[in-house]
């Protein structure tokens, strides 16, 4: 899979050997405020191998030919299906037939430059090609930037839920994107 996107930004799977540049990015933009947390390497791999067991699990990242081939960002998620037994409630709250996202980060040197549209624009299209009816995703409810993507997306908010990421107690807002047929 492979889609290229302005900017020269070229997404495509993750693969073992893009961890190191993965687990810096993680780490680098989850301590940032609202997060403020602290990802070790073993977290980020932790996190990475459970997310790889899941049903249609998809992890992404973006590189930039024009800065040597670097790693910029990294998504990843997974149909939902399998998520609801880590987290039953999910179910009477959103439709069963989704993507749910995961975790997305972009380097803190390279945002705004649509790279996190360009692994949306391909998570989309696999959620698409998986048949669902709509992508879940949630962010910190203090998220500006991230909740001010979801409106430019066309996701509609759907509830807040109490969690614990990163060894952090946050807030959460889930959002719901709805697909139509196409
Ligand atoms: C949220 C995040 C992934 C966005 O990545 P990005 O590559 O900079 O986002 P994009 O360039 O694709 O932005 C797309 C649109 O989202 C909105 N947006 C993104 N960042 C924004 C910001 N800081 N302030 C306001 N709007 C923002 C804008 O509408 C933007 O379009 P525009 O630049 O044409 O106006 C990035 O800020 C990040 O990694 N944050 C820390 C980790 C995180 O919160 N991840 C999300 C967890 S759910």
């Known amino acids: 899979m492979d889609a290229k996107h302005e900017h020269s930004v070229v997404v495509e799977e993750y693969r073992d050997e893009h961890f190191n540049e993965v687990a810096d990015i993680i780490a680098k933009a989850f301590a940032e405020p609202p997060w403020n947390e602290s990802w070790t390497r073993e977290e980020v791999r932790h996190k990475l191998d459970e997310v790889r067991t899941h049903r249609n699990a998809l992890l992404l990242v973006a590189r930039l030919p024009g800065h040597g081939n670097k790693i910029a960002g990294f998504a990843a998620g997974q149909h939902i299906s399998s998520f609801f037994r880590l987290e ?3 179910k009477d709250k959103v439709p069963e037939n989704s993507y749910f996202l995961r975790i997305m980060a972009v380097h803190p040197g390279f945002r705004r430059m649509h790279i996190a549209s ?4 391909v998570r ?3 959620a698409r090609e998986l048949g669902c009816e709509a992508i879940v995703a949630f962010t910190h409810h203090d998220n500006a930037a991230r909740v001010r993507m979801f409106e430019r997306e066309g996701y509609r908010f759907s509830h807040h839920h109490f969690g614990v990421y990163g060894g952090v107690e946050s ?3 889930y959002f719901v994107k709805r697909l139509e047929r196409q």
């Open 124 to 126: 989309e299209k696999t």
């Open 118 to 121: 360009a692994l949306q624009e």
């Open 171 to 173: 807030k959460h807002s």
């Open 88 to 90: 039953p409630y999910l």
